[in-house]
Nanobody, 124 residues
């Protein structure tokens, strides 16, 4: 059974850092483009960052550019999201997703598998 599980969320003060991890079972993450999404209370889900499966191309939402970094750890079969300089507006449930079909490109469309999410709260 193909499954994604996020971890690493929690409560952090503004300006702090967290590292989210997306672990896979049943398939190898390195073969597929992976994206991180987030959904804040009362808001629509938005794409935060993605990484392609071929050449490691990455993309970031303007709101997180320069603060977040997406990376793969193939030895652990995970995709990580390092989040620095966190702001209260980063508070949300963060989800990772994988696209198994169609394109290998980095993007926030056509995702086939989703994790259940991990809550990130940025507050003093």
């Amino acid at each position: 059974q193909l499954q994604l599980v996020e971890s690493g969320g929690g409560l952090v003060q503004p300006g702090g850092s967290l590292r989210l991890s997306c672990a896979a079972s049943g398939f190898t993450l390195d073969n597929y483009p992976i994206a991180w999404f987030r959904q804040a209370p009362g808001k629509e889900r938005e794409g935060v960052s993605c990484i392609s499966s071929r050449n490691g191309t990455t993309n970031y939402a303007d709101s997180v550019k320069g603060r977040f970094t997406i990376s793969r750890d193939n030895a652990k079969n995970t995709v990580n999201l390092q989040m620095n300089s966190l702001k209260p507006e980063d508070t949300a449930v963060y989800y990772c997703a994988a696209r198994i079909r169609y394109s290998t490109a980095c993007g926030y469309y056509g995702m086939d598998y989703w994790g259940k999410g991990t809550l990130v709260t940025v507050s003093s």
